[in-house]
């Protein structure tokens, strides 16, 4: 067949490619078998040398798995295929059609390969979707976008992907490689195939294997592991990660990651899907997921929001604005308490002389240091900062007897440090009393103490 002659019809960059397929219907070699003058001229521009037909295309382009699914495909299954995509290594969009030639080789099959680069989205394009693939990603958009608890929607939706993969295990996996952490965001487990939530194996370990996935994932939008062949390839470029899969019983895998701006916030995989729908669950995928790192995304920007707005930054614990709201609610009756409970001040005697004497970041240790006693002794109730050097405890059903004892403890712990040293106030609070009354004598007990601890210590005031 004159290849030449059939594709110099075409004005985009067009070019054939040749499939290799095996006995045992895998594929070897693929070849660029020859290219249009429009993709013979793009090949001169971009790789500065002149087409040379017959050349294995990753002579020409980047090495993809998915693009060579894709020319199997097209070349031996007869599909048509349409993909828009990006190149995330080299900032680029790829639109690219694949159709099924005619062969009169047995174990050799051909297609034709139109192509455009675009450096700036297409948003027409990335919007061509097929009709059940639209009203997949729809849905979702839908789902997020009318979620009261976000959380428990993903849990839907990640069910809703599952379904669609028909998978045995369907999770979006969140990275923080500052913090070196994974988070389980939300995941769907099929019922009775023996799966083990994803919890079980976030340790160090796999935090290292999940940072090999971007190296892995190259030039490519996503990574599909459907038979050996495709096993054989992860091994070859990622052998731990391949180690992992196949001992815990992994024979198919597609992973996308999560980005937004530029960033990987994360990953969503599908173990043991139905590989028949490869090409509709890469489709569904590709644009998913898009959807699905933004709201992400917005949702972590809110939670660290909220965490300025409720956390004192320095030491960790809750701040004044979130004690006085959590005051209010009790007053209000919004939040229930466990009676008998307890209202504990403690403020720092000598904060102001270590100020003075020994700076700033001496201060800022010493109250950091004091938080952690305060979180370690109350490890069950709640600590706030109140302000300056002075702390505050809700400790929910301890009564006076507990309470002194934790007291104990907390002084106990202090007189082990260098230079932290507590005034401490208490009051214990019954069904019918008030908060607020109890708040003012736990404060001025506490301020009996220091006065206390300060005519016991006369050389430490300094305030």
């Not at 996996?173 to 019922?191: D, P």
């Not at 270590?354 to 970041?361: K, L, R, S």
């Amino acid at each position: 067949m004159d290849f030449s002659k059939l594709i110099n019809g075409y004005s985009a960059k067009t070019c054939v490619m040749s499939v290799e397929r095996f006995p045992d219907g895998t594929y070897g070699n693929i070849r660029i078998a020859a290219g249009n003058m429009a993709h013979c001229a793009d090949m001169m521009n971009t790789m500065h040398r002149p087409f040379i037909p017959d050349s294995p295309y990753e002579e020409y382009f980047p090495e993809n798995k998915n693009f060579e699914d894709f020319c199997y495909r097209s070349a031996f299954m007869g599909q048509l295929l349409h993909s828009y995509v990006r190149l995330p290594q080299m900032g680029l969009w790829l639109n690219m059609f694949l159709l099924p030639l005619e062969s009169d080789e047995p174990n050799k099959g051909y297609c034709i390969y139109s192509y455009d680069v675009t450096p700036n989205v297409d948003l027409e394009q990335r919007a061509s979707l097929s009709a059940d693939t639209s009203s997949a990603v729809i849905k979702t958009c839908i789902k997020l976008r009318g979620a009261d608890d976000l959380h428990n929607t993903f849990n839907e939706v990640i069910e809703d992907i599952r379904k669609i993969c028909d998978s045995d295990h369907c999770c979006i996996l969140l990275f923080n490689k500052e913090e070196r952490s994974c988070e389980n965001f939300c995941e769907a487990i099929k019922y009775g195939c023996g799966m083990l939530p994803m919890d079980r194996y976030l340790d160090e370990e796999f935090f290292e294997i999940v940072q090999t996935w971007d190296d892995t994932l190259g030039d490519s939008t996503c990574i599909i592991i459907k038979d050996q062949q495709d096993m054989d390839w992860l091994r070859s470029i990622n052998p731990v990660w391949h180690d992992s899969l196949v001992k815990t019983g992994i024979k198919s895998i597609v992973l996308f990651p999560l980005r937004y701006n530029g960033r990987t916030i994360g990953y969503i995989w599908s173990l043991n899907f139905n590989i028949e729908n490869t090409v509709k669950i890469k489709e569904t995928l590709e644009l998913t997921t898009f959807f699905l790192a933004s709201e992400i995304a917005n949702y972590q920007l809110m939670k660290k929001l909220e965490m300025l707005s409720s956390v004192d930054m320095l030491t960790g614990v809750n701040n004044r604005n979130t004690m006085n709201n959590n005051v209010d609610d009790i007053v209000e009756g919004k939040r229930k308490m466990k009676f008998p409970y307890s209202v504990v001040f403690a403020d720092l005697n000598g904060l102001k002389r270590v100020n003075d004497e020994e700076g700033h970041i001496a201060g800022d240790q010493l109250l950091k240091n004091a938080a952690a006693i305060l979180r370690g002794v109350f490890y069950d109730g709640e600590v706030y900062r109140a302000g300056g050097d002075e702390f505050m405890i809700l400790a929910d059903g301890l009564d006076e007897t507990e309470i002194e004892a934790r007291v104990k403890q907390l002084i106990d712990q202090a007189a082990n440090t260098r230079n932290v040293h507590f005034a401490v106030g208490t009051c214990a609070v019954n069904k019918g009393d008030d908060i607020r009354s109890a708040m003012h004598i736990a404060d001025e007990r506490m301020y009996a103490d220091k006065n206390a601890y300060y005519e016991q210590h006369p050389e430490r005031k300094y305030r």
